[in-house]
């Protein structure tokens, strides 16, 4: 037997996400009406090819990758030498894409990423 829930408690409700908000944007709301249409066509069993991927894949890229757009602006400027991404492969055994992804969240200095990746999160 399930114990009684107390009324603030909702039936598939969870904490991770946040339902309160609206989409503001015409991309958001583009790539709410996809999830939603996501959802529709498990519910009917419907032909998945119906689903427009390329809006689907946008929403969920979206939803997955929140940055602000200065901040990513600022990232991409920032010039990356190929001997520093070579030495972050063969040191710390990450891709190239990795490499350059953390050399440029660290102002393309090799050795403050080197410190930053190994440096424990707390």
């Not at 200065?70 to 492969?89: I, N, P, Q, T």
Request: proline share 5%.
């Amino acid at each position: 037997m399930a114990e009684p829930q107390p009324p603030t408690v909702h039936e598939g409700a969870t904490d991770d996400i946040e339902t309160t908000s609206k989409p503001t944007s015409a991309e958001d709301r583009k790539a709410a009406a996809a999830l939603s249409n996501l959802d529709s066509s498990a519910d009917n069993n419907t032909d998945s090819a119906q689903v427009d991927q390329a809006a689907a894949t946008n929403a969920l890229n979206s939803v997955s990758e929140k940055k602000a757009p200065a901040e990513a602006a600022a990232k991409s400027k920032v010039k990356v030498d190929a001997g520093d991404v070579a030495l972050l492969v063969a040191e710390l055994e990450v891709t190239k894409a990795r490499a350059t992804e953390l050399l440029k969240q660290n102002d393309g200095d090799a050795v403050k990423t080197i410190r930053a990746f190994l440096q424990p999160a707390f």
